[in-house]
């Protein structure tokens, strides 16, 4: 109930094409899904979140679409470019004293250039 | 920007030594989280504090670990007693409000031997 799978395990893509990452979760008590990218060495960053009274939402070449019925979310990034390449984590949380982050298992992107 | 940073960097402790391990939330920040991310493998929520106590634990956080907020500024994690398999990247992240953005450190990486 607590998990958030997370595929592909590893992408290479082509600079310039489209990459996507795909999240499902079960508990529907899940509220609030951020992406976080992360760096070799480095601390998660948010990349991009979404809540799930909407379907979709967009920043710059990051888009998160949300099917709340199929409970799946995915990151889509356009124009993938070589700086790109990190690690992806999916994530899920819900409202109430903690809001502990359930990160998902990672996807290593690599954009080849 | 301001940026939650962690100390040491990296910590090299032999088995069955106490570790502590350092964070300087943001501010203004009232929800602190230790994660813990094994390499390789996805970021496992350990303790969540707020309002100086523990809000929620997860069951990786047994007994020989503790946190603290000594002085209004930092936020510890110990350790008391270290095993082989606490070798990881540990990350402190603090929030604002509970359903927000959590900031992540850099994250201090463990190696227990």
């Known amino acids: 109930q607590q998990q958030v799978k997370q595929s592909p395990q590893s992408l290479i893509v082509q600079k310039g094409g489209i990459s996507i990452i795909n999240c499902a979760y079960e508990?529907?008590?899940?509220?609030?899904f951020p992406w976080y990218q992360q760096f070799p060495g480095k601390g998660p960053a948010l990349l991009i979140a979404i809540r799930p009274d909407v379907s979709e939402k967009k920043e710059g070449r990051f888009t998160i679409s949300f099917n709340k019925s199929a409970k799946q979310f995915s990151l889509h990034i356009m124009d993938s470019q070589p700086g790109d390449s990190a690690t992806y984590f999916c994530a899920a949380s819900h409202g109430g004293a903690t809001n502990k982050l359930i990160f998902g298992t990672g996807t290593l992107l690599a954009v080849q250039p | 920007e301001p940026e939650v940073t962690q100390t040491p960097s990296h910590q090299v402790t032999q088995m069955g030594q106490e570790v502590i391990l350092r964070c300087v939330p943001i501010?203004?920040?009232?929800?602190f989280y230790w994660y813990r991310q094994i390499l390789g493998q996805k970021v496992e929520f350990l303790v969540s504090f707020y309002n100086n106590e523990i809000s929620e634990k997860s069951e990786i956080f047994d007994d020989q670990f503790s946190v603290e907020r000594p002085d209004g500024s930092n936020f510890t994690l110990k350790i008391r007693s270290t095993k082989l398999e606490d070798s990881a990247m540990y990350f402190c992240?603090?929030?604002?409000?509970?359903?927000?953005?959590?900031?992540f450190g850099q994250g201090t990486r463990l190696t227990v031997v």
């Open positions: 992240a603090s929030k604002t409000q509970p359903n927000t953005e959590a900031f």
């Open positions: 508990n529907t008590a899940f509220d609030y």
């Open positions: 501010s203004n920040h009232l929800y």
